[in-house]
């Protein structure tokens, strides 16, 4: 590559960095995975960087290398995987209600699949058209209007299923708590 071309990518990179790691973030739950998944995409860009003849799409190229990388991982982890019956809690230290809500959203995407996943990230995170989603994932835009729907039906079916739980788990709480007061007036009855 020219020295030229070099330091154009160099610029290119400290220019786009923030909002590339944003999008890695929202394809990879895990911030280090994420750091992980750019930095293999921007090697595999700055290998083929001449080849890409219009830089304004730089960002879409590097998107795509970013979900075919990602999808690369998770086949190659799916091995190694062993299917349960229901996902663990998500743990959530920030205690603002956006960081929480943030949070609940990453973990519930990982019930979708890696296909799933990529369109609903371009469509809603990135605000890419369905046709940009569509050419950015190398599918006809038919695809990406159905795979969207499926993924959204099953983004809510989670969804109410945690809701149901909570419920189910805040109703059982607080039965134990009217439990243990029964216990303790009893004892007191007793002392008295």
């Known amino acids: 590559m020219a020295h030229a071309e070099v330091l154009e990518f160099e610029e290119y990179v400290r220019t786009r960095q923030d909002a590339l790691l944003r999008s890695a973030r929202r394809l990879v739950p895990d911030p280090v995975d994420a750091q992980d998944l750019l930095q293999t995409a921007l090697v595999r860009t700055y290998g083929r960087w001449d080849g890409i003849a219009d830089k304004s799409l730089a960002d ?3 998107r795509r290398v970013m979900i075919n990388t990602r999808t690369e991982w998770w086949r190659a982890r799916k ?9 663990p809690d998500a743990s959530v230290e920030d205690v603002t209600e956006q960081h929480a809500d943030r949070a609940l959203l990453m973990d519930v995407l990982k019930v979708l699949a890696p296909k799933q996943r990529s369109v609903v990230v371009l469509r809603h995170w990135e605000q890419m058209s369905t046709e940009e989603t569509a050419a950015a994932l190398g599918m006809s835009t038919g695809t990406v209007k159905s795979t ?5 039906a099953r983004l809510r079916q989670e969804l109410e299923s945690r809701e149901l739980n909570a419920r189910t788990l805040e ?4 039965g134990n708590h009217s439990h243990a007061r029964r216990e303790e007036r009893g004892q007191e009855r007793c002392a008295a």
């Open 171 to 174: 109703r059982s709480d607080h």
């Open 79 to 87: 091995l190694e995987e062993v299917p349960t019956e229901q996902l």
């Open 60 to 62: 879409a190229y590097l």
């Open 148 to 152: 969207l729907h499926r993924a959204l």
